[in-house]
């Protein structure tokens, strides 16, 4: 038995033979030609070829993967389009009176080495996308067909694998994949998570695998290769599992949320970075109740800039592909200490200086991350929702200074969406002015934890106080309902995205409550979902 360590891209067991993915070799050799003109030519329809086959790939992957992953090959239609690109290569053949093989070949090395000495991830990313489209234009001018994966279902192994290879494969054929080249950022990686397959990166794969039997561990990046007999059984149980769980969810994907006497519930999913995605789409929610942007700088060494933090919004926005992702602005402080941020040690964090009253107190930090999710919006349904709000003058500050970034990017010409604003609702104080705070917003959003710590006067990072720290206490319930009321009477809705939201005991009064909204943690959907349809009880 042989255990490889690796980078996992996308969580689940597989197990099965492996399968090399053995591309064909090819050796592009540097020849004189005669008549440049013809060879132009011959370039052309080569390039026309390979822009057919990219509409089709991008035929394939709408229906399989969905219209946010299949643009990649869009995007490769339009870098053959470039005028860079195909002047470079015709350049190559004209003055220097060589072959358009090695025109392309050469041209290809030439802007993957420029892109990927950029700063920028996603710049570095597109080298490989350079290679793909020039590789494919020399297989076309070559005559060598697509690369063939087995015929069995196999786990392919590859040094690596393009965009296009990856989705060209039979999917009931393919039980994962792992490479020794690529990044968690690259389109292949999207593909693999969208297309749900175990996928392992940076594995140092052997051919001498090939055909052996293995397991795929994509929760801990593990490659066994010959597992031993406890082994193998012990992951096939988690397989087993695993299966299962997906037998229940597919049961219950698209279906609607909605009690048998009718009312929809918006089950939203709960996320802490980026990398939640994957069990978002995995578990079918109907978008993000709660993004918690400040992943963006406790893992940052310094205040990350507009463009890293529009870049990650971005991204989220463009995998939900429409459906609602609501992203929460900074809420740092508290228990979430961030070094450079230099706050002054309190007595008590949870009372001090956190979220909106560092933003408020520090604009110039809120205003680079309003631009950055205001710039995101233009690519998706962004909404914006600000934390620790006790007054209505603190909610009118925010929206003149969210006026001021608009004002800022519209002067630069700049697009934007039309983004719907609203507040957590986690102190007292917010709770009883919820009539007044409701008529300042577009939605509110419970978040439990911090109003019962606040209603219960009750540290809930406190072990001592375990047993006083009762989130099911009355006062608590009854200030959901004062909130779920005030925001209907305004003609909001008003949803749940702390714990609470996930307490299946509580589903129901929530359901007679009103609730619109519930946002919990991506593997909470499914049982609370089957909760909501069996709920048969009046709902306000």
Known sequence: ???????????????????????????????????????????????????????????????????????????????????????????????????????????????????????????????????????????????????????????????????????????????????????????????????????????????????????????????????????????????????????????????????????????????????????????????????????????????PTEEEQFKAYKMVAETMAGKKVIIRTLDIGADKQVDYFELDKEENPAMGLRAIRICLTRPEIFKTQLRALLRASAFGNIAVMYPMIISVEEVRKIKAIMEEVKAELDEAGIPYGNVEQGIMIETPAAVILSDLLAKEVDFFSIGTNDLTQYTLAIDRQNAKLDEFYNPHHEAVLRMIQMVVENAHKAGIWAGICGELGADLELTDRFMEMGVDELSVSPTFIYPVRQKIREYDGETK
Do not use: C
């Open 1 to 303: 038995m042989e255990i490889i360590q690796g980078k996992a891209i996308f969580g689940g067991i597989a197990i099965g033979p492996i399968s090399f993915f053995a591309k064909e070799q090819k050796q592009v050799k540097r020849t004189k030609v005669e008549d440049t003109e013809a060879e132009i030519a011959r370039y052309e329809a080569a390039l026309a070829t390979a822009i057919e086959q990219l509409g089709a790939l991008y035929e394939k992957a709408l229906k399989e993967v969905g219209e946010s992953e299949a643009q990649i090959f869009e995007v490769h239609q339009m870098m053959l389009e470039d005028d860079d690109y195909n002047d470079s290569v015709k350049n190559i053949i004209t003055s220097q009176g060589l072959n358009a093989e090695y025109a392309v070949a050469t041209t290809g090395d030439n802007f993957s080495t420029m892109f990927a000495a950029m700063d920028d991830e996603y710049f570095q990313a597109r080298a490989v996308d350079v290679k793909d489209i020039s590789e494919r234009i020399i297989n076309i001018l070559m005559g060598i067909g697509e690369a063939k994966v087995s015929d069995e279902p196999s786990i392919i192994v590859a040094e690596d694998l393009a965009p296009s290879e990856t989705v060209q494969m039979d999917k009931s054929k393919l039980l994962g994949f792992v490479t020794r080249l690529g990044s968690s950022n690259s389109h292949t990686a999207i593909l693999a998570r969208t297309m749900n397959i175990p996928a392992l990166i940076q594995v140092d794969i052997k051919e001498e695998w090939n055909g052996k039997q293995a397991i795929i561990d994509g929760f801990s990046g593990k490659f066994i290769i010959e597992p031993e007999a406890d082994v193998l059984e012990e992951y096939q149980k988690k397989q087993a599992e695993q299966q299962e769980r997906r037998r229940l969810l597919a049961e219950q994907k698209g279906k609607p949320t909605v009690t048998k006497s009718g009312k929809a519930i918006k089950l939203f999913a709960n996320i802490g970075s980026v990398s939640d995605l994957q069990s978002v789409m995995e578990n079918d929610a109907a978008g993000i109740g709660l993004f918690r942007s400040e992943f963006l700088y406790l893992e940052s060494d310094t205040y």
